[in-house]
């Protein structure tokens, strides 16, 4: 997907149906796929976790949701994740300043 600076950034996603009709139980009927199924939830959220690990990693950028549509967990993941964004800055610039490439960047 092109923006207006022109920059290519990933979009992906995914056509699903659900099969159970919300109700006021469907809570309920969520919780217990999750009782029934723990190991899945577990390995989906490691797997999840795993992945953006290795991202991060590689220095994808962090694009974080659009104003209006963050929910509680996703404030929670950014106030946990902006201590170690900012840790990765000050490396980086370590890192530039060691090597002598010149292309430090300034904190």
């Not at 797997?47 to 929670?76: C, D, N």
Request: aromatic share 16%; proline share 6%.
């Amino acid at each position: 997907k092109k923006e207006n600076n022109g920059l290519l950034y990933f979009t992906g996603g995914f056509d699903i149906q659900r099969t159970i009709q919300p109700t006021s139980t469907y809570p309920l009927q969520l919780a217990k796929v999750i009782f029934r199924f723990p190991i899945y939830c577990f390995l989906i959220q490691l797997w999840i976790h795993y992945q953006a690990f290795w991202l991060l990693m590689k220095g994808v950028e962090f694009i974080p949701h659009p104003e209006g549509s963050e929910t509680g967990a996703s404030r929670a993941i950014a106030a946990v994740m902006k201590p170690v964004f900012a840790a990765m800055d000050v490396v980086d610039v370590w890192w530039s300043r060691w090597k002598g490439d010149g292309k430090s960047k300034t904190v």
